[in-house]
């Protein structure tokens, strides 16, 4: 009885304040990828020239609405950060539990590189903007960046295979050993078809959250 009334207050609140930050940050995580892709959407069927049949979302940074797609690369970036900080706590001293979210990291490092370093024109976007015959800078930047951060995110799905696996979620195990060959192929693609790029980068931000959420959940029923 003693002991129970000299326990420090913070003490006895250290366990739901925990609970509840990791939640917040595997939200975040979770949410990252669906509001991009719905503002890169929302804004490519109203900005004029933009064509998702020849321009990819990254260029939607260009032109005078551009801050909007600056911002939403600034944005995606915390909440895969985010992300990152829930899925480490989720993970702890399990399989997974170092790489997983290192990678994750970035991934979202590679969307702040992606807003300071913007895409180049091309493609008749921004309309009447000409068309860029050598890579600038700033565009070379901006495609290493991508790169980069896509190989980690392929890279964080083999990594999460394993704990999907080890907690029952056999079929979702299977399905991130795939989805990365998915998302290869897309950027293999793109020089051919912007669609295939765009199809194959944005399979991979919606596998990140339903990864994220279904590893939460697990983690949440024991």
Do not use: K
């Not at 951060?149 to 056999?170: E, K, N, S, T």
């Not at 998302?183 to 790029?197: E, I, K, T």
């Amino acid at each position: 009885m003693t002991d129970m009334l000299t326990t420090p207050r913070h003490v006895l609140s250290a366990a739901p304040v925990s609970r509840s930050a990791t939640w917040w940050a595997v939200a975040g995580g979770v949410a990252a990828g669906p509001l991009f892709l719905v503002a890169g959407l929302a804004q490519g069927s109203t900005r004029d020239g933009f064509d998702f049949t020849r321009n990819a979302i990254s260029q939607l940074a260009l032109g005078q609405a551009g801050w909007i797609q600056t911002a939403n690369f600034v944005l995606t970036g915390a909440l895969l950060a985010a992300g990152a900080a829930g899925l480490r706590r989720v993970l702890r001293g399990g399989p997974g539990g170092t790489w997983g979210p290192a990678l994750v990291g970035v991934f979202a490092v590679s969307f702040w590189i992606a807003a300071a370093f913007p895409a180049d024109a091309g493609a008749g976007f921004p309309a009447g903007a000409p068309e860029a015959t050598v890579m600038s800078g700033h565009g070379a930047a901006h495609m290493f960046g991508g790169m980069i951060g896509y190989l980690a995110l392929c890279a964080v799905f083999l990594v999460l295979a394993r704990p999907l696996a080890d907690r029952g979620h056999r079929s979702w195990a299977v399905a991130s050993r795939v989805v990365p060959v998915v998302v290869l192929a897309g950027f293999m693609a793109s020089a051919a078809s912007v669609l295939a790029f765009t199809g194959g980068a944005g399979l991979g931000l919606l596998w990140l959250s339903a990864v994220t959420a279904r590893l939460a959940d697990s983690r949440a029923g024991r």
